[in-house]
């Protein structure tokens, strides 16, 4: 099992910057790939940024030069920097985990989502 606590998430001026956090506790050695995702209003849930455990980092195109992701492996944290900030970002962002299982589908754990608004 693994837990995440997401975090950083608030009101914010386009433009401007946010940094999200993602605290990861349980069966945490064998997670595959972090990554972080985006719900905007009436939209599905998208992929912003993953890195794997190997450092392999991928990006949405519409963040890229904009967000950054990033691990802290001794504080068993996740980070997303969020620069020049756009309403077009507004939504939920929600802290994955990803175990690739030999015997079946990944299994995907979620945190509770952290509210990120930008007002033009």
């Known amino acids: 099992q693994v837990q995440l606590v997401e975090s950083g998430g608030g009101l914010v001026q386009a433009g401007g910057s946010l940094r999200l956090s993602c605290v990861v506790s349980?069966?945490?050695?064998?997670?595959?790939?972090m990554g972080w995702y985006c719900q905007a209003p009436g939209k599905q849930r998208d992929l912003v940024a993953s890195?794997?455990?190997?450092?392999?980092?991928n990006y949405a195109e519409s963040v890229k030069g904009r967000f950054t992701i990033s691990r802290d492996n001794a504080k068993n944290t996740v980070y997303l920097e969020m620069n020049s900030l756009k309403a077009e970002d507004t939504g939920v962002y929600y802290c994955?985990?990803?175990?690739?299982?030999?015997?079946?589908?990944?299994?995907?754990?979620w945190g509770q989502g952290t509210q990120v608004t930008v007002s033009s």
């Open positions: 890195i794997t455990k190997g450092g392999n980092i």
């Open positions: 994955n985990a990803k175990k690739f299982m030999s015997w079946g589908p990944a299994i995907d754990s």
């Open positions: 349980g069966s945490i050695f064998s997670i595959n790939t």
